[in-house]
């Protein structure tokens, strides 16, 4: 199947490395997505040199000035009074105007998620858009959402989730019927919140076509018991971090064995081939780009300390849902659950 060419924003001055790493990113990625383009947002003078020492790289790029960038540290309330010079509101501001299909930064995440928000409103029946990422598993990846965008979730925000993150899960893994479960704090139908008991037995008894688990514990992750983990945006932000500095601190752990004795840096030797497999299969770049899901647009956030190899990863999740036309697929399989509004498919978790 020939693709179609892509046009996508990009913010230049969002990241640890930027505009270097950025601009870095964007030529890797010009290898792998051949019918891709780029609109380049940020400080011209600084992206330019960038730009010119990948050959070919400008053919595939537009610039586009900005005045203003946003730092980390800035509070997202100055950072929207100012908004419409910076780099992020004019990425987002693309994807509204039909510029570009998608925007990619590895800037401020309030900020990028209030801009894009503001600028492209949700989808159709979605009351609240969620941060969407993948997790390594013993069986593969992990669709894991709301990882910190919504610290409070009502009832029909975790519906809404798990239909979203079923359809991501169908285009990033290729999974026919992805597994769907919500976390709690035990498997049992008791247990949990009555938000959570509630959610459950909606999306056991609707219409819709959703393959639904059940209740999964924090171990689950990683065992890739079901193919969708749904939670609200604090208990998965936790999980995320939490699972972020375990993974940290099991290579300083493996690191400080095999540089304690000449023995040990002589055993690395004999396991280095499958040792790095395993660092392959666990690096953190490979998972990189998260999307706010739910918005009118495919918005991806790269983590802000990444290297050029993980930005590309980014612009290629932006990539895949753009190509597969994922908002249409949401829009869809909201639209049957709705279709049952009339019975009041929610009775208490919409307040």
Avoid at 52 to 61: D, F, S, V
């Amino acid at each position: 199947m020939v693709k179609k060419d892509i046009i996508l924003s990009i913010d230049a001055m969002g990241g640890d490395g930027a505009p270097k790493t950025v601009i870095d990113g964007v030529a890797e990625a010009k290898s792998r997505y051949p019918h891709v383009k780029y609109l380049i947002f940020g400080d011209k003078k600084k992206i330019s040199p960038i730009i010119a020492t990948h050959e070919g790289l400008l053919a595939y790029c537009e610039i586009i000035h900005s005045e203003d960038e946003v730092g980390y540290e800035e509070t997202l309330s100055r950072a929207v009074r100012r908004g419409k010079k910076t780099s992020i509101w004019m990425g987002s501001e693309a994807v509204k105007n039909g510029d570009t299909q998608g925007f990619v930064s590895a800037g401020n995440t309030g900020v990028f998620m209030a801009m894009s928000k503001l600028n492209l409103r949700t989808l159709p029946n979605i009351e609240r858009p969620a941060l969407c990422s993948l997790f390594p598993n013993q069986n593969g990846e992990t669709v894991m959402l709301d990882l910190g965008a919504n610290s409070h979730c009502n009832v029909r925000n975790l519906v809404e989730f798990s239909i979203m993150g079923m359809c991501f899960s169908k285009i990033i893994s290729g999974i026919n019927k992805p597994l769907v479960g919500l976390l709690n704090v035990g498997s049992e139908e008791m247990k949990g919140t009555e938000k959570i008991k509630e959610a459950s037995s909606i999306l056991k008894n609707s219409d819709l076509d959703i393959n639904f688990y059940g209740f999964v514990e924090g171990d689950d992750i990683a065992l890739g018991t079901v193919d969708v983990v749904v939670t609200d945006g604090f208990t998965g932000n936790v999980s995320l971090k939490t699972a972020e500095g375990t993974a940290k601190l099991y290579t300083s752990f493996l690191k400080s064995a095999f540089e304690s004795s000449l023995l040990s840096r002589l055993g690395y030797l004999f396991i280095k081939p499958s040792l790095n497999k395993v660092i392959t299969k666990t690096d953190p770049r490979k998972y990189n780009g998260a999307l706010f899901i739910g918005l009118n647009g495919i918005v991806v956030k790269s983590h802000g300390g990444t290297d050029a190899f993980g930005f590309a990863n980014a612009i290629g999740v932006a990539v895949d849902l753009v190509d597969r036309n994922l908002n249409k697929s949401i829009a869809e399989e909201l639209d049957r659950l709705y279709e049952n509004s009339d019975k009041h498919i929610f009775t208490n978790g919409i307040q």
